[in-house]
């Protein structure tokens, strides 16, 4: 998996303003409406690829890459309710965005038994022990964002290093919610860190 938000030299203080005061109008309403009724579709969706997956051991491939899609779209909205992008996201599942990047290549095979362990033990082999720790790592997110969002508003900056732990943070979230989706049999890594691992 690659997923990546770039860092900017420059920030701007208009947009941060904007989306700190409006930003629950302009951006968080009208793509949570369409973002809601797709995730409803893609539950769906993991469903029938569980289903799948039991009978066939491969992962539907137009399904995987809706999935992608739409977690693309999520990336595209968060990086810039984080604050971590300038710009507006934009709408639709095949849009494509200066500031972020998200790849999943195409498992040829699913395991079975894997599957199976994750329906019935996922909660506490992944979710619980990635859960704790992205808890605190959120926690501690969400000072770096404050910190983070006075320094673009004074300096026009976003210390990078703040970035990169924000940016560590969602794609720790995305490779666990990749792994309890069945799109890949890669046990999601302790890490938010990229890895040069496909």
Known sequence: MKLSISHQEHYSRIELILRTLFGFIYIT???????????????VLTFVSFVVVLITGEYPESIFEFQTQLMRWKLRVNSRLFNLSDGY???????????????????????????????????????????????????????????????????????KNFHNFLVGNI????????????????????????????
Not at 29 to 39: A, D, E, I, N
Request: aromatic fraction near 22%; hydrophobic fraction near 50%; include cysteine.
């Open 89 to 159: 996201p934009a709408f639709g599942l095949s849009a494509t965005d200066n500031y972020t990047e998200f790849e999943v290549p195409y498992p040829e095979k699913i395991s079975r038994g894997l599957v199976l362990l994750r329906f019935f033990f996922g909660f506490l082999y992944v979710a619980l022990p990635h859960g704790i720790i992205l808890f605190f790592r959120i926690l501690y997110g969400v000072v770096l964002s404050f910190i983070a969002w006075l320094s673009v508003l004074f300096l026009g900056k976003f210390p």
């Open 171 to 198: 794609r720790w979230q995305y490779r666990v919610a990749l792994y309890l989706c069945y799109m890949t049999d890669e046990y999601p890594p302790f890490t938010g860190k990229e890895l040069n691992l496909n």
């Open 29 to 43: 309403l009208p793509h949570s409406f369409l973002l809601f009724f797709l995730g409803l579709w893609s539950l």
